[in-house]
């Protein structure tokens, strides 16, 4: 019994094996599963989805006024008061008081020229006109005694107590004197306008600044020739260019055939291309009553309504010619996206915003319209990159591929 018993105990290897075999093919089927669940997830997700080919366009920084432009005109800013000042006489220049970018008033000594001889020229004016004063003191004492002589001969001629030749000759002695008075007054005034001559060519050695204005270039240094025509070798015609900076304005070109949307002080907007985040105020200073035959434009002058100290001579500018005077809430810039690149799902708005290869579902609040643009805030700034024409089929994280224009 104890035998039959333990032959009993034998495994039988053959439904092992078969047991192995189906828990196997069970977890092969769960990993397929799950595998094709993951994947699916992942496609569904936009994660594993092939690329797709989409438009991209830049969020835009506007200026509301841009939508109450006219017509568009580039050109530069222009100082309307500007002097290359030179020397009325030829000179060594000895000194010079101003760099580029100093602010002169006018009369401020600017440079000087070496002046010994008008110093001595003037000295010697003096000089003359001091003798020539004296010389109208003796005449006047002269006279006045003449005078008294004349007076008393004539009395005495009247009573018959002296000849008429002595009478005659005192009368002539006092028109003597009464002339060399005269002689003596007009010696000063000669002198005196010697002297003012003396003074005008010393005058002429000091360089001064014509109007109120600002240095803009430095054309000669101390020891340069400074000559009114420059034409000897190596010397210079102007000390210094100055401009008024009150009198720029900006010069632009509009062509004959928008010439009748501009009108004189229709207001503008103006931007310099050294400043591109900045607007300017402006206003139709001048149409110029003349054209430029080969261009076929005629040349308008427009004025800065806000004085800056950034506002250079040379500057290049572009000029909008606005329909009305952009109001105090439509001077600062907003952000805008053209209407195409939303999309609406449900009560939001949306936009695709671009992250490398990835779109990103973004929601965005609208403002007002701005032209052909909208305005938009919060979740996108100026400069980001989004979808340009989105369709509804495209989700949150999907892989696109910049189409090429």
């Known amino acids: 019994m104890a035998n039959e018993d333990l032959s009993k105990l034998k495994i039988d290897k053959s439904k092992v094996v078969i047991s192995k075999s189906q828990n196997r093919k069970k977890y092969y089927a769960v990993a397929v599963i799950a ?56 000179g060594r220049l000895i000194s010079i008081s101003v760099e580029e970018g100093n602010t002169v008033k006018r009369g401020d000594i600017i440079a ?32 006045q005694d003449a005078t008294i002589d004349f007076n008393r001969h004539k009395e005495l001629f009247e009573s018959g107590l002296v000849s008429k030749h002595k009478y005659d000759t005192s009368g002539a002695r006092y028109k003597k004197a009464t002339a060399a008075v005269a002689g003596a007054g007009a010696a000063i005034n000669a002198q005196t306008a010697a002297l003012r001559s003396a003074d005008v060519s010393l005058e002429y050695t000091l360089i001064r600044a014509p109007f109120d204005a600002v240095v803009l270039t430095k054309n000669a ?47 503008c907007e103006i931007q310099l291309d050294a400043f591109p985040d900045s607007r300017f105020r402006g206003e139709v200073h001048m149409i110029v009553p003349t054209a430029d035959r080969t261009k076929a434009t005629i040349m308008i002058k427009v004025k800065f309504l806000d004085k800056d100290i950034r506002i250079l001579p040379e500057m290049s500018a572009k000029v909008a010619f606005l329909q009305r005077q952009v109001g105090p809430d439509e001077i600062k810039p907003r952000t805008a996206i053209n209407p195409e690149s939303m999309i609406t799902r449900g009560s939001s708005k949306l936009v695709f915003l671009v992250r490398g290869n990835r779109i990103i579902e973004t929601p965005v609040t609208t403002g007002e319209k701005l032209g052909d643009m909208i305005e938009v805030s919060g979740g996108i700034k100026a400069g980001d990159r989004i979808v340009a024409k989105p369709s509804n089929r495209l989700k949150n994280g999907a892989r696109i591929k910049i189409a090429e224009k």
């Open 35 to 90: 595998a094709i669940v993951f994947f699916g997830i992942l496609y569904a997700s936009g994660i594993l989805a092939p690329a797709v080919e989409v438009e991209v366009s830049n969020v835009a920084q506007i200026y509301p006024a841009q939508t109450l432009t006219l017509l568009n005109a580039s050109g530069y800013v222009v100082a309307q008061r500007k002097a290359a000042v030179a020397s009325k006489i030829t």
């Open 112 to 143: 000087r020229l070496e002046n010994e001889d008008a110093v001595a020229v003037k000295e010697q004016a003096e000089a003359h006109l001091k003798a020539a004063r004296a010389d109208l003191e003796q005449a006047n004492a002269e006279l």
């Open 221 to 267: 240094d101390v020891g340069d020739i400074v000559t009114p025509l420059g034409a000897a070798a190596n010397a210079k015609a102007s000390v210094v260019t100055i401009a008024d900076m009150s009198s720029l304005l900006v010069e632009v070109d509009v062509s004959e055939s928008n010439l009748e949307q501009v009108k004189l002080s229709q207001p």
